[in-house]
């Protein structure tokens, strides 16, 4: 096992580096900024800023789509990614509510048939 020349925390763990290549500086009392939030921490009110990473597996019929897409429009295919995705979460959730509401019809007229049918047995 080769040894890392990472820095490390507290905990022994190992720190990641940021985009300069510099881990980031340790946050103490003393480096706080009044309303600055310790890590870890979350405000729902508060928007989270910067890049996000998100990691998917995907068959190689559907990177090969994507990727051919992306060549004929010569655009990478991250963009290509961003833009399925820009445009697929909203059709989920169509999807989604409309099955919802399907699933709720189909059991109120479930329930409709099978008054009907023990009004007939009496």
Do not use: W
């Not at 020349?5 to 905990?11: A, C, G, I, L, Y």
């Not at 090969?64 to 060549?71: E, N, T, V």
């Amino acid at each position: 096992m080769k040894p890392t020349n990472q820095p490390k925390n507290e905990s022994g763990m190992n720190v990641t580096r940021n985009r300069t290549g510099r881990a980031p500086a340790p946050s103490t009392d003393a480096t706080r900024k009044p309303g600055d939030e310790p890590m870890g921490e979350f405000d729902p009110g508060k928007p989270i800023r910067g890049d996000h990473c998100l990691t998917i597996y995907i068959t190689h019929d559907v990177k090969s789509r994507l990727k051919r897409l992306g060549d004929r429009y010569d655009r990478p295919m991250s963009d290509i990614v961003r833009g399925v995705l820009r445009v697929g979460i909203p059709m989920m959730e169509a999807m989604t509510q409309a099955e919802e509401v399907m699933v709720h019809e189909y059991i109120k007229l479930f329930r409709k048939l099978r008054k009907v049918k023990s009004l007939k047995e009496v």
